[in-house]
């Protein structure tokens, strides 16, 4: 497949799930003043999670990615939550989002609080309307996707966040549970969803996790020199906070080593995959050079 | 069933939930610090919602409890989560609950808003875990429960509170979806996962929307005249916060002829359910006399 044939696919697999997500919102019997403060949120973003999962699952099937899709949206209403929750004056106080006011600079503090809430409620609400068409996949899936956005996953790596992280190894410890888990588990489900091998499983799981290492090192090499404006929040702001990162660790150089090392790395663990991975091949480069 | 087989058994609901929880938090590898975060919000408390599911559970079924508790456990979490959420200084701004600091008061902002985010995440996961052992019946029970705690429930009730209720119209739905939707889901779940019938579970469901408005006349009441020492909370905050009760709309003396005629609704529609609904009847019953 080509590079064109990538893109393409990518727009497909945001249009989709942003679609459901959107739909499923709408559908429901949400209190008015939720609903918008949910709707604000989860529109704009790079949908890499979605991507993921549906990239995982049509390696594996070509069912109809109707019995993924809402395991896709729910991955997405999870980190959107996340998002949302994160940006929080007691969290990190994040004025801006994905290119607009944060939610709690738009609708108070006490909104964003119930929009997050409300996002990883429907989340599972949706995951579990759902199990019964995706049968016991569908069941396993939700238990991958539930544990790495919990406290051992996603919600334990911002807890260690707020504690703060000062050398490489706690701040890897840190990534692969606060960005980490979710991205592999993204890729876990949605590889489970379309009938993977145990064996393959494990081969997905392991590529995910340098995927996801990838993004959050190329995520801080964006923070001193990628573009505000294609990123959609304020760069340099690690530098700001005083934050630690890879690249205040261990400098531009080394670190631009350390992604396209890594990067390798996922490549490899794909390439021990019988089905046909193109998909997620191309996301890894994509992500690799993305300018935001 | 005498009182006393009553009381008995309404500890030993709130024992076995409440060692499902916390042998639930201990057995997972979640994050120190909000494993700890957890702990300590999910000690003390009525258990009135595992009551519910249990006591409904038990009208139906003469099956071990094992296969209802994970939801029982589920749903305590889910309520736990929203009272710490509820207690931010953002929200309700509550420095006191279950007899001690609030969560947010003990361990800071941050770190209560994530305890709260891995508590609703852990009750979903809770659940999904537990699917299987309970089939069919486990499925539409998760999806009763998550559809109450959610924007359509109890999510939808908070902001409705929040954004501020003045009539005694806007009062009866807020507290019907603040507290009323989560009772009733507890109920109506333990009466699912018992195998009750299509029209038991309607009987059941509005036994407990009058069971939950009877909840919230007698919280009210009882925050006028209450003992805090009992509640584990200050009492007369919502005449110091101006806010609008059941009490301050229609008086003492009407509401407490609201709360009798509520009960009364209540125990008509368990009397409707052929099942032995006995503990049910003594839970509304111990409801209506509680000092706390």
Chains 1, 2 share one sequence.
Not at 20 to 33: H, K, L, M, P, Q
Not at 56 to 81: C, G, K, Q, R, W
Not at 165 to 171: A, I, M, P, Y
Request: glycine residues 10%.
């Amino acid at each position: 497949m080509s590079r064109e044939g990538f893109i393409e696919r990518l727009e497909y697999f945001s249009t989709i799930s942003t679609g459901f997500i959107i739909d499923y919102i709408n559908s429901r019997g949400f209190e008015t003043a939720v609903k918008e403060t949910m709707l604000y949120s989860v529109q704009g973003g790079k949908r890499l999670r979605p991507a993921l999962l549906l990239g995982a699952f049509s390696s594996f099937s070509n069912d109809s990615l109707a019995a993924a899709l809402p395991f896709a949206a729910a991955i997405e209403m999870i980190h959107t939550y996340s998002l949302i929750h994160d940006d929080l004056p007691a969290m990190d106080d994040d004025d801006m989002r994905r290119g607009k006011p944060s939610n709690h600079i738009q609708f108070g503090e006490a909104e964003a609080i119930l929009a997050g809430d409300a996002l990883l409620n429907a989340a599972a609400e949706c995951m579990l309307e759902n199990l019964v068409d995706a049968g016991e996949p569908g069941q396993r899936a939700s238990v991958i996707i539930m544990k790495a956005a919990g406290a051992e996953g996603m919600i334990g790596g911002q807890s260690l966040d707020i504690a703060g992280v000062h050398t490489k190894q706690q701040l890897k410890k840190m990534y692969s549970m606060k960005t980490g888990a979710l991205l592999k588990a993204s890729a876990v489900a949605g590889a489970v969803l379309g009938g993977c091998s145990h064996g393959e499983e494990k081969y997905i799981g392991d590529f995910a996790e340098h995927l996801g290492f990838a993004f959050q090192i190329k995520d801080d090499l964006l923070d001193v020199s990628g573009d505000s404006g294609i990123m959609g929040k304020p760069t340099g702001s690690d530098e700001g906070n005083n934050k630690t990162t890879i690249v205040s660790l261990s400098g531009i150089h080394e670190t631009e080593k350390l992604l396209d090392e890594t990067a390798g790395e996922a490549l490899k663990e794909l390439r021990k995959v019988e089905a046909d991975t193109w998909f997620l091949q191309e996301l890894m480069k994509f992500i690799d050079q993305r300018k935001g």
